[in-house]
């Protein structure tokens, strides 16, 4: 068992730090990371996590994003998930400037499971970009995508899901949520969730939600 945080700084004003982490969880062994961001000088980051799970491994990852107005990040995930492996990440983003969250995991092993969730506030002229992707190779193997959003004054946002199965996938349980709660006139929210399924005894479901605050509800 290991707990690791992983702190993200940059002190360097108008710098940009490109970063590669390759992680492998052995058999049976369980991580927690918790990685933060929390720049707040103008920069970019561009960051990119591999994770290698091997049979029986248990990952939580959990993200916290903070940085200021001009400090952008871009993070990427890919994950491998062998058999009976479990990976949860959580990404809370709270940050003032652009933000772009792509994260794909291969179930490449039986009764994987993968769990890819994150919240997000927007705010200004604030772009914030989120992706998840979950890629069934394998039979019995779950995976699970939720994203929710609030949004105000002139922000954009936008959040794509996706799920593969293959036709080898027989008994997978994929499901997709997306919810986002507009405060502005001007705000915008994109969703669109995929599935591309090749396997005849699955059960999968994606569901979206776009929409300001019900009158009635506010007044009550």
């Known amino acids: 068992k290991l707990k690791l945080v992983l702190s993200h700084k940059n002190d360097h004003e108008k710098s940009t730090i490109y970063s590669k982490n390759f992680i492998t969880v052995e058999k049976d062994s369980k991580l927690i990371l ?19 799970l091997k049979p029986g491994a248990q990952v939580t990852h959990l993200v916290i994003q903070n940085n200021a107005e001009d ?23 709270s940050s003032k400037g652009f933000i772009r969250n792509h994260h ?33 190779l394998n039979p019995n193997c779950k995976s699970n995508q939720v994203y929710k959003a609030i949004l105000s004054d002139q922000a954009k946002g936008n959040y794509l899901s ?10 997978t349980e994929a499901y997709q949520l ?17 599935l591309k399924i090749f396997a005849d005894d699955v059960k999968c479901s994606h569901g979206s939600t776009i929409g300001p605050f019900d009158d009635d509800i506010v007044f009550y």
């Open 34 to 52: 918790i990685e933060k961001f929390e720049d707040k000088i103008s920069s970019d980051s561009n960051i990119i996590n591999y994770f290698d």
């Open 71 to 93: 400090s952008n990040l871009l993070l990427t995930s890919h994950v491998n998930c062998n058999k009976n492996s479990n990976f949860k990440q959580f990404i809370f983003n």
């Open 162 to 171: 996706n799920t593969y199965v293959n036709r080898l996938a027989q008994k």
């Open 104 to 136: 794909y995991a291969d179930l490449i092993g039986e009764n994987a499971n993968v769990n890819l969730s994150g919240v997000f506030l927007a705010s200004n002229k604030q772009i914030v970009d989120n992706k998840t992707v979950a890629n069934h």
């Open 178 to 194: 997306s919810k986002g709660i507009i405060l502005s006139d001007e705000a915008i929210f994109h969703s669109k969730p995929e």
